[in-house]
């Protein structure tokens, strides 16, 4: 049970680290650029992509299945 509590607790980090944390900072820095709006939305109102469809961004949501695996690999 103690092995199990560390590894779900080392896979909750990693989806911090490398997913969670790179895409908070990723809107931070796109909210200044083009605006609250802009992290917000799939599709702009000019039709071309918003932030969620970025390519970098799709990187990053895929990164977090990292630490979702290796806590799903430590549950009962």
């Known amino acids: 049970m103690r092995w199990a509590a560390i590894i779900i607790g080392v896979g909750f980090y990693l ?3 490398l997913s ?3 895409l ?3 809107q ?3 909210e200044f650029k083009y605006g ?3 992290i917000k939305t799939i599709i702009t109102p000019s039709g071309h ?3 969620w469809e970025l390519p970098l961004v799709d990187e990053f949501v895929w990164l977090r299945m990292i630490g979702v ?3 799903a690999l430590a549950s009962p």
Do not use: E, K, R, T
Request: no cysteine; charged share 0%.
């Open 15 to 17: 989806q911090a680290l």
């Open 20 to 22: 969670l944390v790179p």
């Open 24 to 26: 908070g900072v990723l």
């Open 28 to 30: 931070f820095i796109y």
């Open 36 to 38: 609250y709006w802009f």
């Open 49 to 51: 992509s918003g932030f």
């Open 69 to 71: 695996l290796v806590a």
